[in-house]
């Protein structure tokens, strides 16, 4: 019987490389990365009160929304489609 396993650290043990079918459970304080690189920082979007957002506020927020969905899509937390 042959056995592989989907989790393995790589030399040094800094790193554990998860592979197809493997998962990682992230504890409080750990860090995704994907390929050696965490995601950018996002800015938080501005909270408006009362009155509905105007166009330009609407595409910033669309666009923060989707900058959040490329960055999970890219550590594997979401799937690309």
Same mark, same amino acid.
């Given at each position: ?18 592979? =197809?079918? @493997? %998962? ?8 995704? !990365?994907?390929?050696?690189?965490? *995601?950018?920082?996002? #800015?938080?979007?501005?909270? =408006?009160? @009362? %009155? ?8 910033? !927020?669309?666009?923060?929304?989707? *900058?959040?969905?490329? #960055? ?6 979401? %799937?690309?489609?």
């Amino acid at each position: 019987m042959s056995y592989e396993t989907k989790l393995y650290r790589e030399p040094g043990g800094s790193v554990l490389t998860v592979a =197809a079918g @493997g %998962a990682v459970d992230v504890e409080t304080g750990g860090k995704i !990365l994907a390929n050696g690189t965490q *995601a950018s920082h996002i #800015a938080d979007a501005a909270v =408006a009160a @009362g %009155a509905a957002p105007n166009k330009a506020e609407f595409d910033a !927020l669309v666009g923060k929304v989707n *900058a959040v969905l490329a #960055a999970l899509e890219g550590v594997g937390v979401l %799937a690309s489609s």
